[in-house]
Structures are given as structure tokens and as C-alpha cells.
């Protein structure tokens, strides 16, 4: 039977892809490698867990050992692992990213690497994105810098919950509650933004 969506998830829905795509790409995610934590690695960590279990039909666990078929994320500051690799993250800036198809200890992993959290974050979307829309995974060597420092949207909104657009109602920041009781909907708005590179 069919059935109505909300529609908060927006393109972030993760429903899962066919059987024989799920087949060839969870070969190549079979766990997930973080090295120290910090509250955006967790967000990427989290996104990697939430988007693969969604789109592969199962859950994608943490490891602490490089396996073969391992997904190894985090900058060279919070991954030993990272760090050893000499990739020269740094050259992109604190908000680019690599995905790279490598060889870690004799495994066969997939690096996603950043100087900053923040690019983890970035390439973890970026990564999810691939096979949302049935890109091959098994030989990355892609390396991404924004153009732009600053990438925003304009609310128009006011302190008072007004919005100068005038049409769509109060504004979605209720300025009042913050910071005690941040609304769930800020967690959704975020992960959109960062999925397609809005800081």
C-alpha cells in the first residue's frame, strides 16, 4: 500500500537500493574506523552508520582493526591510522576532503580523510552520495576543496521570529528557547546543509 512521507528526510531518506547493487557495495563497507572522537567526527560517524545501514539493508558496525572492506575516516589529529598515510590532507583546506581506494596493513579499505573535522564530515556525505546514485565505489581517488569559504543561506529572518520574505510564517529559529531547547528539526536542517556543503 502506498504511503505519505513527511518529507523531512529530503534526499537523505537512505531507502535501500537493490539487491544486487547491495551486494557489490557492501563488500567494500564492511566496518567503519574512527579514530579519536569529537562532536563533528560523531556527526560523520553517525551519518556513515544511519546512510549505509539505510542503503545496504544492514548495520555497518565500529571496528577498532583495519578489515578488509573497512571504512577508515577522521583527519590525522584523530586517526594514528590517518596520520601514518602521509596523504597531505592539509592541501585542501579545512574544509576539503579525499576519498581514496587503498591498501592499509594488507586490507583493502576506503579512506575518508580530511585536515579538519569538518571535511570528514563533508566526504562522508559526499561518499554516501556515490552510491545513493549507483556510482562504483571499489577504485576512488577523488580529492575535493570548496571554492568558496563561505557558504550560506539567506533566512531573511528576524530577532523576533519575523521573516522578511513575509509569506512563510515565523522563522524556523526560535531565538527564545536557545540554547536550553534546541528543536529537533535544527538536527535535520543541519544534516541537509552539510550534505551538500553549506556551512
Known sequence: PAGAEHGTDLWLRYRPIGAPMQVSYAVHATAIVAGASTPT????RKELQRGLGGLLGRSVPLSAAVSDGAILIGTPRSSPLIARLDLRVDQFGD?????????????RVTIIAAHEDAGVLYGAFAFLRRIQTGQPIHHLHISQTPSSPLRMLNHWDNLDRSAERGYAGLSLWDWHKLPHWPDPRYT????????????
Open 95 to 107: 574544509e576539503g576532503f579525499i576519498i581514496r581506494s587503498a591498501t592499509v596493513g594488507g586490507k
Open 41 to 44: 567526527l560523531e556527526a560523520a
Open 188 to 199: 535535520d536542517y543541519a544534516r541537509a546543509n552539510a550534505s551538500v556543503g553549506i556551512n
